[in-house]
């Protein structure tokens, strides 16, 4: 993924985009903070890790348009949306619907998971083979209810 955002900033450049550049700029800085972090732990920072820094920064700037329309800056939360464009052309296409249904019921039948108080294995077993594909915010209730939660 490193490659990738190299090659989007130097296409970007070359084509004087500068809000994307700005961006990738942003996703790199990011990225540089977490690798200075793991290396202080002894660990080196995974794909899985990059999507969900990648996750992260688009939650915070769908967080920061809402502040912004409640402030009425428009222009502001344009180019967060702008920003949120671009972050997520590097994340997977996410699940829909029935598709989050069957993989939450999956992880049920391969955790025997039986109850309420075992959702955190199901949860374990859905980010282990989902990261970056859904919102677990959302999913979270989801396997609650089918748990009988």
């Known amino acids: 993924m490193r490659e990738t955002f190299t090659e989007m900033l130097k296409t970007a450049m070359k ?30 920072v995974s794909d899985d890790d990059i999507l ?15 502040l912004y329309e409640q402030g009425g800056r428009k222009d502001l939360a344009d180019q967060e949306r702008a920003e949120i464009a671009i972050i997520s052309e590097f994340l997977p296409k996410g699940m829909d619907e029935a598709e989050i249904a069957a993989a939450i019921r999956a992880a049920i039948a391969e955790t025997g998971a039986a109850g309420p108080k075992e959702m955190g294995k199901v949860i374990g077993a859905l980010k282990a083979k989902y990261a970056g594909r859904m919102d677990f915010g959302k999913v979270s209730p989801a396997v609650k209810a089918a748990l009988g939660g």
């Not at 990738?24 to 660990?43: N, Y």
């Not at 969900?52 to 809402?66: G, N």
Request: aromatic share 0%.
């Open 52 to 66: 969900a820094l990648l996750q992260k920064m688009v939650k915070q700037r769908q967080d920061s348009i809402a």
């Open 15 to 44: 084509a004087g985009d500068k809000p994307r550049v700005a961006t990738v700029r942003l996703i790199q800085a990011a990225l540089k903070d977490r690798d200075i972090e793991a290396r202080g732990q002894g660990k080196t």
